[in-house]
């Protein structure tokens, strides 16, 4: 595996070995980073196949799941193999242009040749650039240096264009155009093979032209043979990655950490990576003595620091939640009403798999356990540092949490901040839940930890809040566990807190809590605020 990635990745190496470390920014190099061999993550028989075939496809998957790796991999193994001329290019530099096209397209010309020169070794479109290039029509000054690098090339060329959906109206359009009109010249006048590679599929574009129209990808691409996604790592891949860690420093990891980096990550890549990194390197006892065991307890408490940190990969994540076509999946989720999700279109579902952000089977479900705990916290990140930090006010002198006190000044906050609230978010069926989640965030923020859980066909949101009771000892001490259930009531209560308190109870049962709590949000307008705001004991 190392033999055939190392081959035609122009990579300069240090003459002092470094120690490998877990990858959270651009693409995995063997020897620097623990990786996962990125040809194993692909299907690589059926690209292969594909390429011989003379077909031009799509490689698509969320943002840092390891494209750019694979990409880079696939390169290196083609020209070891020698049958074809493989060329890789990130033509993302181009999206600054927009819309301007002669800028853009001028962009990806000199991408591609400096990436012949860099990866090839090869300085013949460069020279071409330079001579012929400026007479040819912007409209044709791809697709004809592609041509003219083609008839250069001993073997058919294979060409892999990386974050194509990066880039922006009459720019994109005219990329895809020009590469279907060559179509027809292949392999002796043009790339045999073209893998265009991004975050979404080419049917996904969007292109808005400087003329207004909406132009898709697949009409502008209508070429395209097939689409591949590279999925995550599987589970036994992301414990084969931490164990790398193991085998490279000695340094033990319980093994009780792995179910819960799965149920966390789901192997998201970039995931797996920052969880890693989180343990081993940004812990720093962990960090400068490499005996010391990484333990269940020390992974959790880099779990709560990655989601504090607001990482660029979550705050990407998060940006995706504006979008309209998010927008309806997710608020269905977070309220935890299937019926939200009738209306919505297949591709918006589609669309909403592909960016990351949900698992369609074996249901419908937000991806993976961190992500359910970033989503509420950016989109009600703004309510939260405006809530008054009251930690000690609900403190009992055991230094537990006073949960009926503190649910009873929630229900006052409800009732003098819910309007102004549910009017103003992007997300108003989930809105009362988010509520509380922010308010119950702003609690225990810097001592507790709150644990989500979305039950579609369930109509609920399940939190379960641990509270240390030793400020000394932490979580290594004494726990408080609290579990809350959320549920909207549209009509009379009743039949709802029947079928809540079950849920309640088995799910406190589930997690071994000393407490549980049932919120109804009763959302009838035509009620009081003194017949919807109570609180009762049940047994």
């Keep these: 595996m190392a033999c055939r990635w190392a081959a035609g990745s122009a990579v300069m190496r240090a003459s002092v070995p470094l120690m490998k470390n877990f990858n959270t920014a651009g693409p995995s190099v063997v020897g620097d980073h623990y990786l996962i061999d990125p040809l194993a993550r692909i299907d690589l028989a059926e690209v292969e196949a594909l390429i011989a075939a003379k077909r031009y496809f799509v490689l698509h998957a969320p943002r840092q799941t390891g494209k750019t790796t694979a990409l880079l991999a696939l390169m290196a193994h083609l020209n070891a193999q020698g049958r074809y001329r493989a060329l890789y290019a990130n033509i993302e530099a181009a999206q600054a242009a927009r819309g301007r096209v002669e800028a853009g397209i001028a962009t990806i ?56 959906d990066a880039l922006v109206g009459d720019t994109l359009i005219s990329l895809l155009r020009q590469i279907r009109a060559g179509y027809a010249q292949r392999p002796g006048a043009f790339p045999q093979s073209v893998i265009l590679c991004g975050v979404r599929d080419v049917r996904d574009y969007r292109i808005h032209t400087a003329h207004h129209e909406i132009i898709t990808g697949g009409s502008a691409f209508n070429i395209k043979a097939t689409s591949i996604r590279l999925g995550n790592f599987s589970q036994s891949e992301t414990i084969a990655l931490w164990q790398q860690h193991q085998a490279e420093t000695g340094q033990p990891i319980d093994a009780a950490i792995y179910p819960e980096l799965w149920e966390d990550t789901r192997g998201q890549p970039w995931l797996v990576n920052a969880l890693g990194y989180e343990c081993v390197y940004n812990d720093r006892e962990l960090r400068h003595n490499r005996g010391l065991p990484v333990t269940l307890e020390r992974y959790k408490a880099a779990r709560e620091r990655l989601i504090q940190s607001r990482a660029t990969h979550l705050d990407q994540l998060t940006d995706k939640l504006q979008e309209a076509r998010v927008r309806g999946v997710v608020s269905a989720l977070l309220a935890g009403e299937d019926a939200l999700l009738h209306d919505i279109a297949p591709d918006d579902l589609q669309y909403v798999e592909d960016l990351g952000l949900i698992e369609t089977r074996p249901q419908v479900r937000i991806a993976n356990r961190i992500y359910q705990e970033v989503i509420p916290r950016e989109l009600t990140w703004s309510k939260q ?128 809590a000393d407490e549980a709590h049932l919120l109804l949000f009763d959302r009838r307008t035509d009620q009081s605020w003194e017949a919807r705001i109570w609180q009762r004991q049940e047994s």
């Design 109 to 164: 010309c000199s991408v591609l040749a400096r990436s012949a020169a860099l990866y090839l070794h090869d300085d013949w479109m460069q020279q071409w650039l330079a001579q012929a290039g400026p007479q040819v029509q912007i409209e044709d000054r791809i697709s004809s240096m592609l041509s003219g690098f083609s008839q250069h090339c001993a073997q058919p060329v294979v060409l892999l264009l990386d974050e194509v």
């Design 385 to 512: 540092v405006m809530i008054a930090h009251q930690q000690e006010w609900y403190l009992t002198p055991e230094r537990k949490l006073d949960l009926p006190k503190l649910l009873a000044a929630f229900q006052q906050f409800f009732r003098e901040h819910s309007e102004a609230w549910l009017n103003s978010v992007h997300y108003p069926e989930a809105g009362p839940q988010l509520l509380l989640q922010a308010f119950l965030q702003r609690i225990v923020n810097g001592g507790g930890r709150i644990s989500r859980e979305y039950g579609l066909a369930r109509k609920r949101t399940d939190l379960f809040l641990e509270w240390p009771t030793s400020e000394a000892q932490g979580f290594l001490g004494p726990v408080q566990r609290v579990v809350l259930e959320l549920k909207l009531v549209r009509q009379a209560p009743e039949t709802a807190l029947q079928q809540g308190l079950q849920q309640t109870d088995d799910y406190a049962q589930r997690v071994g």
